[in-house]
């Protein structure tokens, strides 16, 4: 049997985690000297009242090698065989730690381990891809085939409500986040070859630069590939998302539209009333 486990950053939901059997590997985040794992003992809304409290900003680390040389060492013993997503390499040492564990255990025949190039949901549209190959009976060598072919075809983008987060964590300056609240800019950061950069910036309240983000999309998402889009956000308001929610699905083009809250590493970096659309080209 093919099993499919991924580092926590795909910020998949509860839901779609047991509806596609997969195995999450948590990251570590940590508020001063407390440490914590993602997603397991800690969630979003703790991670900000600290950081609004304190003014600082959590720090995150990737998996021990200790720790996921247990989960595989664990499923390795049940019998499956591995496919395992992590975070872009660019981005966390996750995917290294991964490689190391596989090398450890000697199982690279067993156990394959893929960059995604990317962060969030852009990660779980490959993971849920790859999990739908696994339940066809592919073998790990086919999944991991198909999913480079698919990987650079992913496409991540977000709205930023608020530049503080990124300048608390040394990637914004302190001028540029004042300038910023001052301005209502809001930022629209996109995931190309493994890193993020900014691409252009809006102006205005949050609900109005989400819903142009959105509509500014529409070309792209009616040549998308038709299965699912993903709606992930930090702590956006409902109603904002609920409107999101309903204009992909005026679109009449995809078969899901799936909303899933950014877990605690993203959320650290990224800030409340973020969003984003996910999709695969």
Same mark, same amino acid.
């Given at each position: 049997?093919?099993?499919?486990?991924?580092?926590?950053?795909?910020?998949?939901?509860?839901?779609?985690?047991?509806k596609?059997?997969?195995?999450?590997?948590?990251?570590?985040?940590?508020?001063?000297?407390?440490?914590?794992?993602d997603?397991?003992?800690?969630?979003?809304?703790?991670?900000?009242?600290?950081?609004?409290?304190?003014?600082?900003?959590?720090?995150?680390?990737?998996?021990?090698?200790?720790?996921?040389?247990?989960?595989?060492?664990?499923?390795?013993?049940?019998?499956?065989?591995?496919?395992?997503?992590?975070?872009?390499?660019?981005?966390?040492?996750?995917?290294?730690v991964?490689?190391?564990?596989?090398?450890?255990?000697n199982?690279?025949?067993?156990?394959?381990?893929?960059?995604?190039?990317?962060?969030?949901?852009?990660?779980?549209?490959?993971?849920?891809?790859?999990?739908?190959?696994?339940?066809?009976?592919?073998?790990?060598? @086919?999944? =991991?085939?198909e999913? !480079?072919?698919l990987?650079? +075809?992913?496409?991540?983008? /977000? $709205?930023?409500?608020?530049?503080?987060?990124?300048?608390?964590?040394?990637?914004c300056?302190?001028?540029?986040?004042?300038?910023?609240?001052?301005?209502?800019?809001?930022?629209?950061?996109?995931?190309?070859?493994?890193?993020?950069?900014?691409?252009?910036?809006?102006?205005?309240?949050?609900?109005?630069?989400?819903?142009?983000? @959105?509509? =500014?999309?529409?070309? !792209?998402?009616?040549?998308? +590939?038709?299965?699912?889009? /993903? $709606?992930t956000?930090?702590?956006?308001?409902?109603?904002?998302?609920?409107?999101?929610?309903?204009?992909?699905?005026?679109?009449?083009?995809?078969?899901?539209?799936?909303?899933?809250?950014?877990?605690?590493?993203?959320?650290?970096?990224?800030?409340?009333?973020?969003?984003?659309?996910?999709?695969?080209?």
């Amino acid at each position: 049997m093919v099993r499919i486990l991924s580092d926590s950053t795909c910020d998949l939901s509860p839901e779609l985690i047991k509806k596609y059997d997969i195995g999450i590997i948590p990251l570590h985040v940590y508020l001063g000297n407390d440490e914590y794992l993602d997603g397991v003992n800690i969630q979003t809304e703790k991670i900000y009242q600290w950081s609004n409290s304190t003014g600082s900003t959590p720090k995150t680390s990737a998996p021990t090698p200790e720790e996921v040389e247990t989960v595989f060492k664990k499923h390795l013993d049940n019998g499956d065989d591995l496919v395992v997503f992590t975070i872009s390499s660019l981005m966390s040492a996750s995917n290294n730690v991964c490689r190391l564990a596989v090398e450890s255990l000697n199982a690279s025949d067993r156990i394959v381990v893929i960059d995604s190039a990317n962060l969030s949901t852009g990660i779980s549209l490959l993971v849920l891809e790859a999990a739908e190959m696994a339940h066809e009976g592919k073998d790990i060598k @086919t999944i =991991e085939s198909e999913i !480079l072919k698919l990987r650079p +075809k992913v496409r991540s983008s /977000f $709205i930023i409500d608020t530049l503080v987060f990124l300048h608390r964590g040394g990637r914004c300056s302190g001028l540029a986040a004042m300038f910023g609240s001052v301005l209502k800019l809001h930022p629209r950061i996109v995931v190309e070859d493994g890193s993020m950069h900014s691409d252009r910036k809006y102006r205005g309240n949050l609900e109005k630069v989400i819903l142009k983000y @959105t509509e =500014e999309l529409f070309p !792209l998402l009616q040549l998308a +590939k038709p299965k699912r889009v /993903f $709606i992930t956000h930090s702590e956006c308001p409902e109603p904002i998302v609920s409107k999101v929610k309903g204009l992909l699905e005026s679109l009449n083009h995809f078969k899901e539209v799936l909303v899933t809250k950014a877990g605690c590493v993203v959320s650290s970096h990224c800030g409340p009333g973020t969003l984003g659309v996910l999709y695969i080209e």
